[in-house]
């Protein structure tokens, strides 16, 4: 458990540069007398931390060190087998398929031979079906891209309920899609509620 807590704080600290012993305890889910403790055993191991006191201070990497470990537990290949097999129809309707598909290659190749091994085996214990729905929402895909380039979208366009959104998330749950308006986060549109929608190539403020 510890020797798994340890691996996570490095690479948060690698990836995300200088941190809180309070933000890496939120990260870690423990205490921040534990991730002092953590990082005296990180220290004793050799490794470049460095830790600032005051205001501005954290803990980093020093010596602008990076690791390439990328191991993983029996258990968490298993569960990587299942992320990299599943197929995902949100990447179809988002336009992003090709893009998925590259991605989870990347992935898979960056582990060593073992962890890889053990998602190679497991992948042929779970298998799934290719999803065979209709082609996706082409609305899906345009809002994806509205939110990207923070563009202002009508709704219900060219009828007399037509609004003007500001779409700045997708979300997906029950089978349905809802479009996050910022003008008022708290109530998603059901996108069967948009109708046909307008992109328009006014931009609304961050």
Not at 103 to 122: H, N, Q, W
């Amino acid at each position: 458990m510890r020797a798994s807590r340890l691996l996570r704080m490095l690479l948060l600290l690698q990836n995300r540069g200088r941190m809180t012993s309070a933000q890496l305890a939120e990260e870690l889910e423990v205490v921040p007398r534990t991730i002092l403790r953590d990082v005296d055993a990180l220290t004793e191991a050799g490794l470049p931390i460095i830790v600032t006191q005051g205001n501005q201070g954290g803990i980093e990497l020093g010596f602008r060190y990076r690791t390439r470990l990328t191991g993983l537990a029996s258990d968490e290949a298993e569960a990587m087998a299942v992320i990299l097999t599943r197929p995902l129809p949100e990447l179809d309707a988002l336009g992003l398929r090709a893009a998925g598909a590259r991605a989870r290659s990347k992935m898979l190749e960056s582990f060593p031979d073992g962890v890889r091994a053990t998602i190679d085996l497991a992948r042929t214990w779970y298998r799934f079906a290719i999803p065979t729905d209709a082609d996706p929402d082409p609305r899906i895909a345009a809002l994806a891209l509205a939110i990207k380039d923070r563009r202002m979208v009508r709704i219900r366009a060219g009828t007399p309920r037509q609004s003007v959104v500001h779409p700045v998330a997708l979300s997906f749950g029950d089978g349905a899609w809802h479009v996050v308006d910022r003008l008022d986060p708290a109530a998603p549109i059901p996108l069967d509620d948009c109708d046909d929608i307008n992109i328009s190539a006014r931009t609304y403020p961050t």
